[in-house]
């Protein structure tokens, strides 16, 4: 998975990795991104990965295939800086089984800052992601991925482990994988589908590689679901020339997501009276999903009810999305402040 890459690559969307997954055909999915017993909680799909809440976890889910989330446990917060500028990590939630340390992580970095060589070293280390970066402004398909970007992530990675050395270098990297590719292994899948980011494929691959057959992942065809997806993508990013013709081209869509970004886009051109109209026609058909539409739509309903000096809608629009059992963080903290404070547009 690419991560939010997925709504700029119209060859490689959120549907593509679904139709991938279908055509494998696995009997297990495990998700690399997530870890321990995330999705008990609807907030998981708060992730970067938003293959995994699109459509991955859905199918799945639909499919009866069973999902087994692999991952080691990340960072809750933000650690606090100290007086002398060290850092305060009682806040990273350790996964028992994680061979790396943040404390030394964070420690080398510093250290190295503090000396010319050791500058040097991390600048070499950035300029080594040039390619990858020059890569992901592409549109890229999944034949140029798999050929392009993972051999260049792969390359940057090893430049890095050369440059800072194993560990603290290089995040552990190969430790990490190995831990997460036993998790894998005991998960009881006679066919396993491990999705993760692109990030971590190569060592993945590696800590796999004498345990397991490693079968190319099929090439998806995401037919006219697929082009469907790429559009309504361009119309959440927003970044077009030609507003009309999209506009036009989201008119032709029954679809609820449709309306939501065609709210957006009227909007955003001065149209919030014609923008109201499209959020009120959502609210008579299902908008249940995508897993984002529900807490974004009720709440830029809420700011339009405001604009248009209908403040009690719009307060019962902001209290609807506080209620649903998950919305966007970025939604919860419009609908919070919708509460407090009448929407209006910056000037």
Known sequence: MVGPFHTRWPRYTVVH????????????????????????????????????????????????????????????????????????????LRDPQDPGDPRAEADLLRFLEQYEEGKARLAAVRASLEPVRALLAQSLGPERLRGELLPAIEAQQAERRRLLDHGPGDGWLDERAAVVASRTLASGGERIALVAGVDQVPALERALADHVELVEPPRPDAGEEGRTRALLDVAMRGEVDDVAALLASLRNLEDAEARYHEANLLLANAHPAEALERLEMLLRMDFQEPYFLPGFALARLGQLYDLAARRREAQRSYRGVMALSYAPAEALAAARSGLEQQFALPT
């Open 17 to 92: 990795v679904r139709q991938a997954l279908r055509a494998f055909e696995p009997d297990v999915v495990a998700l690399e991104p997530l870890a321990g017993d995330a999705l008990a909680d609807p907030q998981w799909q708060d992730t970067d990965e938003i293959a995994l809440p699109h459509t991955v976890v859905p199918w799945a889910k639909r499919s009866k295939v069973k999902l087994v989330s692999v991952g080691l446990l990340g960072v809750a917060g933000t650690p606090t800086s100290n007086e002398d500028g060290t850092q305060d990590l009682d806040d990273y």
